[in-house]
């Protein structure tokens, strides 16, 4: 599992919204209907900006702005017809996904990839004796150098056999919850799921929390669809699911029967879940049972013995997220036969840990993943999967390292202070909205003010100290590193709210909105070009990283992280008449997506998305306005973005486009378009742009261009 998908794992208990997510740099194909690719004049373009007058030099001699790539654009388009295929069709056309990976873009995967080189250093540097002097390096090479090991790899089978025994021959229901515990307490989230979160309802303390889980394929609907891919999906993970148990060492029948039985139960697990849509709701998936009311609701299980083994401390307070899923838990236990329970938690085990297994397991993962999920052609790299092993068991011992070698002593304050400007453009944006009237107003000023800004890294570093971890075996390390991050989760039930914590590792790329806390977080490892450039200039700043801050202040104010108020308390604050002119402006967004396709016969799930591409709509907005307020309090920067190739609000789009370039294979086009909550990459670029006017006078686009929607369907919420 990598760092950004264990990232989003945590943060699926809060109420969070990530600019990445588990994906966003989706699909190639272009929304219906095909786009024209006439030359528009963009030299003719108006500045955004009033500026001093520009050099008498053509356009087109000028230089191209630091930031903007030329061999990105293919100038050939009509970047009214087609904005994305203009800013990032060069792009496109020379690049080529690598074998290793399911989507690459110019943006999060190179980034990516970079951080990765720069943690390998500091990894192999450690496992070999000479770390940077921190009191983790020993930890730090010695869960690197147990996982680059593949000579030991190879005999980790009766290691695994040894956790495998305490989850076979299971013979009563209460064999049954210790054998659930047990997993539990390691992070692997069999049946269901437990952590800590912040009380939707008191955002002063953190309560514990139930959660639905326990499906090996990405979501409710590959269980449940009847179309021609999802029952192929089945098939195929029935298949995969027999050839693990064969690996294992079972005849061909016996591991038949038991990824048949595992199907049957998933399958169940899948029909109680609720919709991911609806999994959007807060009120939703907030119902405060306590213990009690859990054994209540569900009988069978052996709450009990559960709660006495898994390590959550005494006490009541309790969040059951989807009730109807936990009474199906209950019946499912008693209905199934203990001893058939044990295939099924054995196959999670087996599935969570495959990384630490000897080959031949691993190769079968990887088979089944890339024919189903992904599409990629080769396995990633054993270094690569080794560093975000590594992130995501030591992260802050890692980070330590890592920032010290790329992120300046400026870095934090250069990122406030656009963070900042930001948040004050939300903030006059407020007094230009009809449809809010003045008391909603002021308690969203309120909230806009209390936000809290972390930018780069923690200014607490967390502690390993009880960790132990040794060359001997990766998966002992594997198993102990979870097992220790969970018990931290779990010891935060019935404490205050650590409102200085962090949910993302400093080198992962990425940025999140968390309601609960109010709070927007930009880790190091995106503070860099294409996002972030010290050379670049204001207006490509302002396009790339503006976007993603703006995006996510955006996110508090969506149609989720409205329901939280300044503190984080789910309440409602908003008076019904603002609710009503909300609601009726974000269905014009719904709308909007629902009609483009993602890939194949997939549309876009306007519902699912909906949250996110209200943030990327607001977040341009707001990056823009926050643009043009700093060049017009700066001469010198307006003088020098106005002596480029384009206008700032050209410089603008283009910088946030090229930030988005992006290539993905079908299967995981497929599965993001099913499962994730961000449109693909080609709409977060053109789905805002055909709403913006500041875009059409940019590149002096004619009423009834492609990238022009209608003043009638024009889509505007923040």
């Known amino acids: 599992m990598s760092v950004l998908e264990n990232a989003l794992k945590r943060l699926a208990l809060f109420a969070a919204s990530c600019v990445l997510g588990a994906a966003c740099k989706t699909a190639e194909p272009t929304p219906e209907p095909p786009q024209a690719t006439t030359p528009a004049p963009v030299a003719a373009a108006a500045p955004a900006t009033p500026a001093p007058e520009a050099p008498a ?8 702005p630091p930031g903007l790539d030329a061999a990105v654009m293919d100038p050939s388009v009509n970047p009214c017809d087609d904005f994305y295929q203009y800013a ?6 020379a690049t080529e996904i690598p074998a290793e990976r399911a989507r690459w873009s110019r943006g999060f995967e190179t980034v990516a990839e970079r951080n990765q080189t720069v943690l390998r250093d500091i990894l192999t540097k450690a496992a070999e004796g000479q770390g940077e002097g921190t009191p983790e390096d020993k930890k730090l090479g010695d869960f690197y150098g147990s996982c680059m090991d593949e000579a030991k790899l190879e005999q980790s089978l009766p290691t695994l056999r040894t956790y495998l025994a305490k989850l076979n021959g299971l013979k009563s229901q209460q064999a049954v919850a210790s054998a659930v515990a047990w997993l539990h307490a390691r992070d692997v989230n069999a049946l269901f799921r437990v952590g800590s979160d912040q009380d939707q309802k008191d955002a002063t303390q953190v309560i514990a929390i139930v959660d639905a889980g326990g499906l090996g394929l990405p979501d409710r609907d590959y269980y449940l669809k009847p179309d021609v891919k999802m029952r192929e999906a089945r098939n195929a993970y029935q298949a995969h699911v027999q050839k693990v148990f064969e690996l294992l060492g079972d005849a061909p029948f016996v591991a038949s029967r ?8 998933e399958t169940r697990l899948a029909n109680a879940r609720l919709p991911k849509e609806e999994r959007r709701e807060p009120e939703k998936v907030y119902h405060r049972l306590e213990r009690q009311g859990l054994k209540k609701l569900a009988p069978a299980f052996q709450w ?3 709660f006495a083994e898994v390590g959550l401390p005494a006490g009541e307070a309790l969040n059951v997220t989807e009730p109807k899923f936990f009474s199906e838990v209950s019946a499912l236990v008693r209905q199934q036969r203990p001893t ?3 295939p099924y938690l054995s196959y999670h085990l087996v599935k969570d840990v495959q990384t630490a297994l000897p080959k031949a397991l691993r190769d079968e993962f990887f088979r089944f993943e890339s024919s189903v999920l992904t599409g990629a052609k080769a396995d990633l790299a054993r270094w690569k999967k080794c560093v975000d092993a590594t992130d995501d068991a030591l992260p802050h011992a890692l980070a330590k390292p890592f920032i010290a070698r790329t992120f300046g002593a400026d870095g934090k304050a250069t990122t406030l202070d656009m963070v900042q400007q930001i948040e004050q453009s939300f903030e006059r944006n407020l007094d230009t909205l009809s449809w809010m009237d003045a008391e909603t107003k002021a308690q969203a000023l309120v909230k806009v003010k209390k936000i809290t800004n972390k930018i780069g890294y923690p200014d607490q570093w967390r502690s390993y100290d009880g960790l132990t971890v040794t060359r001997d075996s990766y998966l002992d390390n594997l198993l102990a590193a979870d097992a220790f991050e969970q018990a931290r989760q779990l010891r935060k039930v019935g404490q205050p709210v650590d409102r200085q914590e962090w ?7 990425n940025a999140y909105y968390n309601a609960a806390t109010n709070e927007i977080v930009f880790p190091a490892g995106i503070l860099q070009p294409p996002f972030f450039g010290r050379d670049a200039s204001a207006a490509v700043n302002f396009g790339a990283m503006g976007m993603v801050v703006g995006h996510e202040i955006t996110h508090g104010f969506d149609d989720e992280g409205r329901q939280f108020d300044a503190d984080g308390n789910l309440r409602t604050w908003w008076t019904p008449a603002s609710d009503k002119a909300f609601r009726e402006r974000v269905s014009c967004v719904k709308n909007q997506y629902d009609q483009y396709t993602a890939v194949d016969d997939v549309k876009v799930n306007g519902k699912l998305t909906l949250g996110e591409n209200v943030a990327d709509l607001g977040g341009l907005k707001l990056a823009y306005a926050a643009m043009e307020a700093y060049l017009a309090k700066h001469p010198d920067q307006a003088a020098k973005a106005n002596s480029y190739r384009f206008t700032p609000g050209q410089q603008f789009f283009l910088a946030h486009a090229q930030s988005w370039c992006s290539k993905i294979r079908n299967e995981a086009a497929r599965q993001r378009a099913l499962t994730d909550s961000h449109s693909p990459a080609f709409l977060r670029v053109k789905g805002p742009d055909v709403n913006l006017p500041q875009f059409q006078q940019a590149f002096s686009c004619p009423a009834g261009s492609p990238m022009v929607a209608p003043a009638a369907n024009r889509c505007e919420v923040w």
């Not at 030099?57 to 191209?64: A, G, K, L, N, Q």
């Not at 990032?88 to 056309?93: A, S």
């Open 88 to 93: 990032c069709g060069g792009w496109l056309q």
């Open 304 to 306: 009990d013995t559960y």
């Open 258 to 265: 038991k990824a048949i039985g595992i199907l049957a139960i």
């Open 57 to 64: 030099v053509p356009m087109s001699e000028r230089p191209m």
């Open 503 to 509: 949910f993302m590792s400093p080198p992962t790329v």
């Open 340 to 342: 058939d329970m044990g």
